[in-house]
């Protein structure tokens, strides 16, 4: 499994399906024609999605949008029949002069540490524009490391209010950046945040030779953001989910696996509630079980009967185990697989609950087709099923 997203927010963070979805208009919309056709796979599974965020000042209200999405995105994304495996990236860029040009964040199915990661972003800097667009492109195409698979579904999200430096010729600019990312199969899409005619046009160019599509959002984001009566319940039983995991292997393992649990924590204690129950959302869904346990998870891993648990070296195991009986050390994992299945199942009766909820008030307000989270939505509905994939739910994952 390749580690290394972002994610972030927004977005969503993902052409033509057997049924064609219906177009969604935004301001100037575009739908270039696909790359391809489609073609026939037996077993579409993975979606790689970066976005490209700009971070200077103007896109505040944006990035917490972000912040607050990231989660419906992978949710959205894993409404596919397949199940699929979800990376996400992050490329966040600003200018020349900034505390930063570009930083990047790569692919990776541990959206928890790409979530952590996103949170400590705050927008700052610029001023004025242009900023570097062609940069944040190269580094999303050439310091990201994409799947080589053919039948990987990977797409960029460009999100900014500001046109491209054009005029910085030691850099590459995008008409080439995008040729290689098409010939690579990798679809550029575009979302300008606010009304800025310079940027639209560029934007508009960009998704054009990305064959990708081109949206135009108001600088708040413009994403469906509703309180339902079963958040806060969510976001505590994601949280005591979260306690059953027990990883094991060598120290350096451990240490990494330190690592993804202290970027949950961070989740837990800085994170909305609303954006926790989405997560939990996630993380019961088919698509959602590399994030919550990834690899070397020891409860998991002995409960179906890949490890056994008494062919591993006791120096191996967590320290709280290390000394435990053996019959003490099974009773231990035993407990938790029971209580895991448990909270898995009243997540996932809370989590229908709360979407039957959502989709009333959303009907009620007359739909949400212009919402950011709809027009992504159906980016990646149309897009992914040249690689295989199947969207067959109208709405994305609120």
Not at 224 to 237: H, K, M, N, S
Request: proline share 4%; aromatic share 6%.
């Amino acid at each position: 499994m390749k580690t290394k997203l972002l994610g972030i927010t927004l977005f969503a963070l993902t052409a033509t399906a057997v049924g064609r979805l219906p177009m969604h208009h935004s301001t100037g919309a575009i739908r270039p024609a696909a790359i391809q056709q489609p073609v026939v796979m037996t077993s579409a599974s993975e979606i790689e999605v970066v976005f490209v965020l700009d971070t200077t000042g103007s896109m505040s209200g944006l990035i917490e949008a972000a912040k607050e999405k990231i989660w419906s995105i992978a949710s959205s994304l894993a409404q596919a029949e397949s199940a699929p495996e979800i990376r996400m990236g992050l490329v966040a860029y600003r200018d020349r002069g900034d505390a930063y040009v570009t930083r990047v964040t790569g692919l990776t199915s541990d959206l928890d540490s790409l979530y952590a990661t996103l949170m400590d972003y705050r927008a700052n800097g610029g001023g004025d524009t242009p900023e570097s667009v062609n940069r944040a492109l190269h580094d999303a195409l050439k310091d990201i490391s994409w799947s080589r698979d053919q039948g990987t579904y990977q797409a960029i999200f460009l999100v900014g209010d500001a046109p491209p430096h054009m005029d910085y010729q030691d850099e590459p600019q995008y008409p080439q950046i995008l040729a290689e990312a098409k010939e690579r199969g990798i679809v550029i899409n575009t979302i300008q945040a606010g009304t800025a005619a310079t940027t639209g046009r560029e934007w508009r160019r960009i998704a054009s030779l990305g064959a990708g599509e081109y949206f135009q959002v108001d600088t708040s984001g413009s994403t469906v953001a509703i309180a339902t009566p079963y958040d806060d319940r969510l976001a505590r039983l994601s949280e005591e989910l979260d306690a059953t995991r027990v990883y094991y292997g060598d120290r350096k393992t451990r240490a990494e696996k330190e690592a993804k649990v202290a970027a949950t924590r961070k989740l837990h204690e800085s994170a909305s509630v609303t954006s926790r129950a989405r997560r939990a959302a996630f993380n019961t869904s088919g698509s959602g079980e590399a994030n919550l346990l990834g690899d070397n998870e020891l409860v998991d891993a002995v409960s179906s009967g890949r490890v056994d648990l008494d062919e591993i070296n006791a120096e191996d195991l967590p320290e709280p185990m290390q000394a435990m009986a053996p019959a003490v050390a099974k009773d231990l994992i035993r407990e938790k697989s029971e209580e895991r299945q448990k909270l898995q199942s009243q997540i996932r009766e809370l989590s229908q609950q709360r979407s039957d909820f959502l989709k009333k008030k959303v009907k009620e307000s007359g739909g949400a087709t212009a919402s950011l989270d709809d027009r992504v939505y159906g980016a990646v509905r149309e897009q992914a099923a040249a690689k295989g994939f199947r969207y067959e739910a109208e709405a994305p994952a609120y």
